[in-house]
T-cell receptor, first 116, second 110 residues
Framework: DAGVIQSPRHEVTEMGQEVTLRCKPI?????LFWYRQTMMRGLELLIY????????DSGMPEDRFSAKMPNASFSTLKIQPSEPRDSAVYFC??????????????FGEGSRLTVL | DAKTTQPNSMESNEEEPVHLPCNHS???????IHWYRQLPSQGPEYVIH???SNVNNRMASLAIAEDRKSSTLILHRATLRDAAVYYC???????????FGPGTSLSVIP
């Protein structure tokens, strides 16, 4: 199994540009999570999906952020327009639906975003 | 969300056991206790989880207090590769949002 795959691994862009981060979850996993990590705020949950449907997006910072999951094997996190304060590492994680005591999260390697 | 509290940082000597504490005094009866760790420049990875009984796996052991208000992650012999941030998380069986706190930054001294 290839694990959760994120792209790009590194992105440097200028303020005002659109940024799209991509995630391929592990096949068969029903849950997908997007997190953002900074030194100041730690790991923040932005949004999560169950069976491709957004369940909770209360962590999305503002309207400049949007996330989609058009099918079970692909999700995007888009920032438009980007700002320097969006600089962070963005992680995608997926989780299987299983018994009551499972639900381990599998994380990708992250996408490091720098907005100049 | 039920909350956990952990020390900000801990140190251990290489090849000695490490006990990482976590307090979760508001835990409910259906909350599972999960531990993750994050190595430098990587995403978090699952370590272990439990409900009431102590648990062992190849990575670590989890000791859960009888009243479930606290737990301890035990690394039996710390290696340099165990230097990471360790997160203690409570998860409801409904698999809802998973919230990470600041965690404990573990340093391993050679």
């Amino acid at each position: 199994d290839a694990g959760v795959i994120q792209s790009p691994r590194h992105e440097v862009t200028e303020m005002g540009q659109e940024v799209t981060l991509r995630c391929k979850p592990i096949s068969g996993h029903d849950y997908l999570f997007w997190y953002r990590q900074t030194m100041m705020r730690g790991l923040e949950l932005l949004i999560y999906f169950n069976n491709n449907v957004p369940i909770d997006d209360s962590g999305m910072p503002e309207d400049r952020f949007s996330a989609k999951m058009p099918n079970a094997s692909f999700s995007t996190l888009k920032i438009q327009p980007s700002e320097p304060r969006d600089s962070a590492v963005y992680f995608c994680a997926s989780s299987p639906t299983g018994g009551r005591d499972t639900g381990e999260l599998f994380f990708g390697e992250g996408s490091r975003l720098t907005v100049l | 969300d039920a909350k956990t509290t952990q020390p900000n940082s801990m140190e251990s000597n290489e090849e000695e056991p490490v006990h990482l504490p976590c307090n979760h005094s508001t835990i409910s009866g259906t909350d599972y206790i999960h531990w993750y760790r994050q190595l430098p420049s990587q995403g978090p990875e699952y370590v272990i989880h439990g409900l009431t009984s102590n648990v062992n796996n190849r990575m670590a052991s989890l000791a859960i207090a009888e009243d479930r208000k606290s737990s301890t992650l035990i690394l039996h012999r710390a290696t340099l590769r165990d230097a990471a941030v360790y997160y203690c998380i409570l998860r409801e069986t409904s698999y809802d949002k998973v919230i990470f706190g600041p965690g404990t930054s573990l340093s391993v001294i050679p």
